[in-house]
């Protein structure tokens, strides 16, 4: 497992990583517990060897920060790399996915802005991007008390039909996700 976190961009050919999938950890951060490590194994298991995106800032102490791929760090805001790499995993690079993990929250944010702004955000922008690009590669899963889950999903359903489902555990995420390790599907219209 291969992980690239803010603001690094590796050259991933050079390191001849270009024929693993990559995958893009989308989902709330500050109040939603560390769920990064535990997807990160569960795709290693499902997924094998693989390139993870996970936006979270660790600190050196941290495995995911130990174990990530050198490069240069990149001067642009966050949300510039992130939605670099959003598209990379869903469309441009040739196998992966982006998985959204909706985590209940468990502990208060720190900067006084509502539990998972950020995430609804992305995931209004993406069902608009599956529901044009028919390659998009996302996958999504949520735990049972996300807020506002009901609402998400049926967003997801108008929008992509009713065949579109919102994972509730973290295993059925991981091996959707691993789907698209194999070759790159579109996800709208079918059913895993």
Same mark, same amino acid.
């Given at each position: $497992? *291969?992980?690239?976190?803010?603001?690094?961009?590796?050259?991933?050919?050079?390191?001849?990583?270009?024929?693993?999938?990559?995958?893009?950890?989308?989902?709330?951060?500050?109040?939603?517990?560390?769920?990064?490590?535990? $997807? /990160?194994?569960?795709?290693?298991?499902?997924? !094998?060897? %693989? &390139?993870?995106?996970?936006?979270?800032?660790?600190?050196?102490?941290?495995?995911?920060? +130990?174990?990530?791929?050198?490069?240069?760090?990149?001067?642009?805001?966050?949300?510039?790399?992130?939605?670099?790499?959003? +598209?990379?995993?869903?469309?441009?690079?040739?196998?992966?996915?982006?998985?959204?993990?909706?985590?209940?929250?468990?502990?208060?944010?720190?900067?006084?802005?509502?539990?998972? /702004?950020?995430?609804?955000?992305?995931?209004?922008?993406?069902?608009? *991007? =599956? $529901? *044009?690009?028919?390659?998009?590669?996302?996958?999504? !899963?949520?735990?049972?008390?996300?807020?506002?889950?009901?609402?998400?999903?049926?967003?997801?359903?108008?929008?992509?039909?009713?065949?579109?489902? &919102? %994972?509730?555990? =973290?295993?059925?995420?991981?091996?959707?996700?691993?789907? *698209?390790?194999?070759? /790159?599907?579109?996800?709208?219209?079918?059913?895993?």
């Amino acid at each position: $497992m *291969h992980f690239i976190l803010p603001k690094k961009r590796p050259d991933l050919h050079s390191q001849g990583l270009s024929a693993l999938p990559l995958f893009f950890l989308a989902g709330p951060i500050q109040g939603a517990g560390d769920w990064h490590v535990r $997807m /990160s194994e569960l795709l290693a298991d499902s997924a !094998g060897n %693989s &390139i993870v995106v996970n936006p979270s800032r660790y600190d050196g102490r941290h495995e995911h920060y +130990r174990h990530q791929l050198d490069g240069p760090e990149v001067d642009i805001r966050q949300t510039d790399w992130e939605r670099h790499y959003l +598209r990379q995993a869903a469309i441009d690079w040739h196998a992966g996915c982006i998985i959204f993990w909706l985590a209940e929250q468990v502990g208060p944010r720190t900067d006084g802005r509502p539990y998972a /702004s950020d995430t609804r955000g992305e995931l209004g922008e993406w069902r608009g *991007h =599956m $529901m *044009h690009v028919r390659n998009a590669r996302v996958v999504v !899963g949520a735990e049972k008390d996300f807020p506002g889950l009901s609402v998400i999903e049926r967003n997801f359903q108008l929008a992509l039909g009713a065949s579109f489902r &919102i %994972s509730d555990t =973290m295993e059925e995420v991981a091996a959707r996700a691993a789907v *698209h390790a194999q070759q /790159s599907l579109p996800l709208v219209g079918r059913d895993y």
